[in-house]
């Protein structure tokens, strides 16, 4: 199996700190981001980008999987500290490396205690595939995965072709990503 850091293509830019004494308070946002998972949250349109700075200091989210086709948002005011863009606008154009990517991006920036923003321009329920893709690199299982897509607090049911999903789990189980 390829290692993580090998098969990261994330751009690392910048750095987010905390201002001493301050708290993050993500209520200001809960209109345009949606707790996903520990850490995981989406959101999607063009405010996120556009207010990218005020965002990230008020949420603590220092992490982006940015979806878009064509080119990739600008994120305003301090780069995110680990940034990954795919041109893709949704699953349909998804293969098994973009799978894969997606899912050492995540893993990676989770694993040095990031929180990740999972940010889709045609709209947040578009990257849902990056979160399966992340659980099933995790260990779950491709029913579990796809349960938890189906499920709040994302937008039911859950479209997707499972046995793709399937011929990932295995590839990811046998090394062969």
């Keep these: ?10 751009v690392k830019r910048g750095m987010y700190t905390q201002p001493h004494g301050s708290r993050p308070s993500p209520e200001r946002w809960y209109r345009a981001v949606t707790w996903v998972h520990d850490r995981i949250f989406a959101a999607g349109g063009d405010h996120i980008p556009d207010t990218w700075q005020e965002f990230s200091r008020q949420t603590g989210i220092d ?7 064509g080119m990739p948002a600008a994120f305003r005011g301090v780069a995110p500290r680990s940034f990954l863009w795919l041109d893709l606008d949704g699953e349909g154009q998804v293969d098994d490396s973009a799978r894969w ?15 990740v923003l999972l940010h889709c321009s045609l709209g947040r329920h578009r990257g849902r595939w990056a979160f399966v893709a992340y659980r099933i690199a995790t260990g779950r299982s491709t029913q579990a995965a796809l ?4 499920q709040r607090p994302w937008m039911g049911p859950y479209h997707t072709d499972p046995s793709a999903w399937e011929a990932f789990e295995t590839r990811v189980r046998a090394g062969d990503i």
């Design 1 to 10: 199996m390829t290692s993580i850091a090998s098969s990261l293509v994330a």
């Design 63 to 69: 992490a982006v999987l940015h979806l878009r086709p």
């Design 101 to 115: 990517l997606a899912a050492c991006f995540l893993k990676e920036c989770l694993g040095q205690g990031q929180a």
């Design 147 to 150: 349960r938890e897509a189906a």
